[in-house]
């Protein structure tokens, strides 16, 4: 692995867990991404006190605190 998008590469398709500036964590599989940290997640699950589910979810990059992939 030479650059950190690297890692989101080989995270593509799978489950990662994102918290954000908010508070909120988000669970879901990896679709796409940019340079920007923009995401796409499917199928995810996010918690801010209660949980609500989305088939599909787009994430602002600046409001990612860190991300958690998992295997």
Known sequence: ???PLD???KAKG???TVALKNNSV???KLDA???HINL????????NGEKNKHSQL???????VHLSMTN
């Open 58 to 64: 787009f994430i602002r990059g600046d409001m990612v």
């Open 26 to 28: 988000v669970k879901g």
């Open 14 to 16: 799978k489950i990662i």
């Open 33 to 35: 991404f940019d340079i």
């Open 1 to 3: 692995m030479e650059r």
């Open 7 to 9: 890692a989101l590469s």
């Open 40 to 47: 796409v997640l499917s199928d995810a699950e996010e918690t």
